[in-house]
């Protein structure tokens, strides 16, 4: 089958390597795509919040099966176009609608729901520019630090934890007078959960959900998570303190309840989801939900999935997940990012990468990457490339990763050199 895949990031990258791999793949597409993806199918460009120039491609190539990378489309509503569109609606598409989208793009929504459906989280309250003061009176209430969420989407940097009270009245101000844009009309704030993140994600059709290998990711920017918060800098998976027990507690207290809430709701779903967990001395709290991958730990879930990705796929659109099963490789996948220099704030585009070369050992998912005129490989983002091996032991694929990830050169390159250090022997 002909298959189109939207997005342009290290994510995609790792779907595309996936998707090409299957026999059922006759062509693929991916839009935007990178230098990277170039190997695994045809970059095409196409503006992905113009849905009619999505739907002109579609017919024109004979797509049969559109996959959504990032949340952003979906948010605005693809799945529905598709839906409602007689001349679309029979195409297999991998993502939810926008009202299952709103778990992701309204973090007041996601609360609510998680409220109502008795799902653990975090307790919280939400602000506007209106109800400012009581948002500064409800930070008293709470303990340091502190937790504020931009309610819609702002590319995996709307939250921000306030390590005293003034910084965190001062940042309520910022986000509500427009620091994250539209995403900051509405800030959650929440009580802190103390405890360590990690990252669960299931493929459902809406009713019936395939467990995935779980990750965790590395948001700092800098060595022992200091410095602002980024889109990721790197991941690990297995999750070793995510045991048997701990996930079945995940699966009957949280994703059970997730999919029995969708369906009381009459929420179609078909898809991923990414939980957002943080292990309090055992017990899993949702921190927030993503309806789509998440990034990095794609480039460390997908290459450990034996599975052909697209017959999965068609059993989310057939609804024949009850009756699909996933094989999952036992070896641990490490990922490291390699990110711009400045990043995550201001950094320059264009430098040129050397050192790119695959080998045996690593995979190489590109995330900002392009051409430049004289065909070289140049950055085009703020990360840039992640750096993906897979090994018996953890120790044995950082070591794979760290090496190459050493030997991949361009002007103000930088990567966290721990990660996976908690579980280094």
Do not use: C
């Not at 918060?229 to 699966?251: C, I, L, R, Y």
């Not at 730990?297 to 450990?304: G, L």
């Not at 990043?343 to 040129?352: A, Q, R, V």
């Amino acid at each position: 089958m002909n298959i189109l895949l939207l997005g342009s990031g290290g994510r995609e990258h790792a779907f595309a390597w996936k998707i090409a791999q299957s026999p059922k793949t006759d062509k693929l597409f991916i839009a935007s795509g990178n230098a990277g993806t170039r190997s695994t199918g045809e970059n095409v460009t196409l503006n992905l919040s113009d849905f009619e120039s999505i739907k002109d491609f579609v017919l024109k190539n004979d797509i049969q099966m559109v996959v959504v990378g990032p949340e952003a489309p979906l948010a605005d509503g693809l799945g529905d176009f598709f839906a409602n569109d007689e001349k679309l609606a029979s195409i297999a598409f991998i993502g939810p609608r926008k009202k299952g989208a709103l778990l992701e793009s309204s973090k007041d929504f996601a609360k609510e729901f998680m409220q109502k459906h008795a799902i653990p989280t975090a307790a919280y309250q939400t602000f506007t520019p209106d109800t400012l003061q009581e948002g500064l009176q409800f930070l008293k209430t709470l303990q340091p630090p502190y937790v504020l969420k931009a309610d819609g989407l702002a590319a995996g940097k709307g939250v921000v934890i306030p390590a005293t009270l003034d910084e965190a009245k001062h940042e309520l101000q910022a986000m509500l007078s427009g620091k994250f844009g539209t995403a900051g009309s509405k800030v959650v704030i929440e009580e802190f959960l103390k405890g360590i993140e990690l990252s669960v994600f299931i493929l459902t059709d809406g009713k019936d959900y395939l467990l995935l290998p779980e990750a965790k990711d590395y948001k700092r920017i800098g060595e022992g998570d200091t410095g602002p918060n980024t889109g990721g800098m790197g991941s690990v998976s297995p999750v070793p303190f995510a045991d048997k027990n701990f996930m079945q507690k995940v699966e009957e207290r949280i994703i059970k309840p997730t999919m029995s809430g969708l369906q009381k709701e009459n929420i179609p779903y078909a898809g991923f989801i990414f939980f957002g967990l943080m292990n309090v001395d055992g017990d899993p709290y949702v921190i927030e939900y993503n309806v789509r991958m998440g990034d990095p730990e794609t480039e460390s879930v997908i290459p450990r999935v034996e599975s052909d990705l697209v017959t999965l796929f068609e059993a989310v659109v057939q609804h024949e997940i009850a009756n699909a099963s996933i094989r999952i490789k036992p070896e641990t996948a490490v990922s490291v990012m390699l990110v711009s220099g400045g990043y995550p704030d201001s950094y320059e585009k264009g430098k040129i990468m050397t050192g790119i070369e695959e080998n045996d050992d690593v995979i190489l998912f590109h995330a900002g990457t392009a051409l430049n005129a004289n065909n070289q490989v140049v950055t085009s983002g703020g990360r840039v490339i992640a750096v993906t091996a897979l090994a018996s032991t953890i120790e044995e694929a950082l070591t794979k990763s760290y090496k190459k990830a050493n030997e991949i050169k361009f002007d103000g390159v930088h990567f966290r050199k721990d990660i996976g250090r908690e579980w280094r022997k």
